[in-house]
């Protein structure tokens, strides 16, 4: 347990730092986008102005170094204000403003640098101004060299940052979740002995004379503790994720059935109710926990024993799903009095209550056995339209291991003499 809140305060850790360093990254990012928007937006204006000032002229405003006139004449190139670099002036450019009479605006790259080039005609001749913009591209670098290295300084100070916060905030409620798992779980562990004691003393005095309406409710009581306090460890064993889980085999649901059925028969008799099996004559083998997956029947019996009324009836069938060839299914269907449709989902909810419980318990009983189904990579649906009887319906894939984790839902505690496991006792979790 202990290496499990350690690795969930890690993770938390991190996830904390990884969402501020993205989110100041994000900001960094979108601040730098419009700073370098804002820049080039300038340097374009200012190019413009330069090529505007030196075709109206035929000069340039300022020391010759980025900006060259050239006069083009009678098909030919005259005079420029300093000695062109390779590539000016641009011929085909003057050629065409010539013969259209239109200005004309390219650009060249060459040598790590772009030169704006505009063409127009002035008077009988061609001016063409080149303009060097490597000094706007150098800002244009620094800039987003800045911004970068701004980022991922920002991204570093947050990552550490909440670690840091991690530390202080998370950590502490982390430890209060491990020590509330762990009170369950050793108050559910010292509570089984005393309650186990005192419900073997009211079985025997309830054989050894005439049972009376109060005893026979204080047995019943003791038992619905007995089965409180399993559940409560059970689910802390299965919060905790011990080492040393069981490896998964082979396990013939047909068989399971059959024990299933054959467990409940006496007590369905005893209330004149009928419970009938059918299955495929053959193994319906899945990879699995047989421990758990026997829980799975049991739980189900149990349920549906708890809502069905005298002379009632259950089917059980244990056979391959037609709609996927992959899986198995396990239909538990009773004639009870059903449940609420939109409790359909919420009766796998811990301690749900709907309406209509009044004082019956619902306890952990189909939750855990969802943890179960899906634990062997498998799912679980009910259905029950009040009046209509209830039916519960698991599909699990054959030959399939399910998920990694499916191993911790063997963990389960001791039952006391006589007892029924844990989820194969009677914990309603329906609704009327």
Do not use: K
């Not at 620094?142 to 550490?160: C, K, Q, S, Y």
């Not at 059980?316 to 709609?323: A, M, P, S």
């Amino acid at each position: 347990m202990i290496r499990v809140e350690e690795t969930m305060v890690r993770r938390t850790r991190l996830r904390l730092g990884l969402g501020v360093g993205l989110t100041i990254t994000a900001l960094l990012a979108l601040v730098g986008g419009i700073s370098y928007a804002v820049l080039v937006h300038s340097q374009e204006a200012q190019i413009q102005r330069e090529i505007a000032w030196g075709a109206v002229n035929g000069t340039i405003p300022g020391p010759p170094s980025c900006t060259w006139v050239f006069r083009y004449e009678r098909d030919a190139f005259v005079g420029s204000n300093t000695p062109p670099p390779p590539g000016l002036p641009v011929r085909a450019d003057a050629e065409r403003v010539a013969a259209t009479g239109r200005p004309y605006d390219s650009r060249l790259s060459r040598d790590g640098t772009v030169y704006h080039v505009h063409t127009e005609r002035r008077g009988d001749a061609v001016v063409q101004v080149a303009f060097d913009s490597r000094f706007q591209l150098a800002d244009r670098r620094h800039l987003l060299w800045a911004f970068a290295l701004a980022a991922l300084v920002g991204l570093l100070a947050a990552v550490l940052t909440g670690v840091l916060v991690g530390r202080h905030a998370v950590a502490p409620l982390i430890e209060a979740l491990a020590r509330q798992r762990r009170f369950v779980a050793d108050a559910s562990h010292e509570l089984r002995t005393p309650i186990a004691q005192v419900h073997t003393r009211a079985q025997l005095l309830a054989r050894r004379g005439p049972a009376s309406r109060d005893l026979t409710r204080l047995v019943d009581t003791t038992r619905r503790l007995g089965e409180i306090v399993d559940e409560l460890l059970l689910s802390a064993r299965l919060a905790a994720d011990p080492d040393g889980l069981p490896a998964v085999e082979p396990v013939d649901l047909a068989a399971l059935a059959t024990d299933a059925v054959a467990a409940e028969s006496d007590l369905a008799a005893a209330r004149d109710q009928i419970i009938t099996l059918a299955t495929p004559g053959e193994p319906v083998l899945v990879l699995g926990i047989e421990s758990a997956l026997r829980r799975v029947f049991s739980e189900l019996l149990a349920n549906a024993l708890t809502h069905l009324p005298v002379g009632g009836r259950i089917t059980v069938t244990v056979r391959r799903d037609d709609g996927r060839p992959t899986a198995a299914e396990i239909v538990v269907r009773d004639t009870g009095a059903g449940f609420d449709p939109a409790d359909a989902e919420r009766i796998f909810d811990r301690f749900h209550r709907g309406a209509g419980a009044g004082e019956r318990r619902h306890g952990l009983g189909l939750a855990l056995l969802r943890e179960v189904v899906t634990g062997h990579g498998g799912t679980i649906t009910a259905e029950g339209p009040p009046g209509a009887g209830a039916t519960f319906t698991v599909r699990l894939p054959l030959g399939q291991t399910g998920r990694p984790g499916l191993a911790r839902l063997a963990a389960s505690p001791v039952a006391p003499p006589g007892a029924r496991p844990p989820l194969a006792r009677v914990m309603s979790r329906r609704c009327r």
